[in-house]
């Protein structure tokens, strides 16, 4: 399996602009979560589904963050519009719930730069 | 509700030295416990894990065990490189759920 593949690898917008990241998860892989990382704040839950399905959004900053996952192999999280203090690199991790011993996936992350 | 504290960093040692990160939890029940590790410009790769009390998770000259006792899970090296510079985050997972709960991250530079 190829992990979890996130893209694009770096991605610098102009302020105002609508960025969209993207993520494949493992197959077979009943979970994903979306994690942001700043020097500042560190590693942040912002949001995980379930089988396709928003279980909690509550680490979602702000309204101009959205995330979906319309099937198993495809997740967006889409900031419209950008500002700079959204820069930071956000990674997606994929999980199989059914073995507790499981950890999570990561994939190498989307460095976003808004300017 | 679930909480992990890790040292805070950063920690720099010199090659060879023996290193400790140590990570306390606050969890009901058995939580499986996990050390991630982030080398720079990556991602966070999973290290070593330890399911159930008195288990030691060991990967790469790591190892932790889990000590239910102290609810500590430390994490050890006895003689780094400087390969093992890295970002190292301890992280809890309960039975119910599937939710990791990661500390702060425990930066290490290691140097020649």
């Known amino acids: 399996d190829a992990g979890v593949i996130q893209s694009p690898r770096h991605e610098v917008t102009e302020m105002g602009q609508e960025v969209t990241l993207r993520c494949k998860p493992i197959s077979g892989h009943d979970y994903l979560f979306w994690y942001r990382q700043t020097m500042m704040r560190g590693l942040e839950l912002l949001i995980y589904f379930n089988n396709n399905v928003p279980i909690d959004d509550s680490g979602m900053p702000e309204d101009r963050f959205s995330a979906k996952m319309p099937n198993a192999s495809f997740s967006t999280l889409k900031i419209q519009p950008s500002e700079p203090r959204d820069s930071a690199v956000y990674f997606c991790?994929?999980?199989?719930?059914?073995?507790?011993?499981?950890?999570?996936?990561f994939g190498s992350g989307t460095r976003l730069t808004v300017v | 509700g679930n909480s992990v504290t890790q040292m805070e960093g950063p920690v720099t040692l010199s090659e060879e030295a023996f290193l400790t990160i140590n990570c306390t939890y606050t969890a009901t029940g058995y939580p499986s416990l996990f050390w991630y590790v982030q080398y720079p410009g990556e991602g966070l790769q999973l290290l070593l894990k330890?399911?159930?009390?008195?288990d030691k998770g060991s990967n790469k000259g790591f190892e932790a065990t889990y000590r239910k006792e102290t609810t500590s899970f430390h994490l050890e090296k006895g003689s780094v490189q400087v390969s093992d510079s890295a970002v190292y985050f301890c992280?809890?997972?309960?039975?119910?759920?599937?939710?990791?709960?990661f500390g702060g991250g425990t930066r290490v530079l290691v140097k020649p």
């Open positions: 330890a399911t159930k009390a008195d």
């Open positions: 992280a809890l997972k309960k039975a119910a759920g599937n939710k990791l709960t």
């Open positions: 991790a994929s999980s199989l719930s059914r073995v507790l011993s499981y950890g999570y996936t």
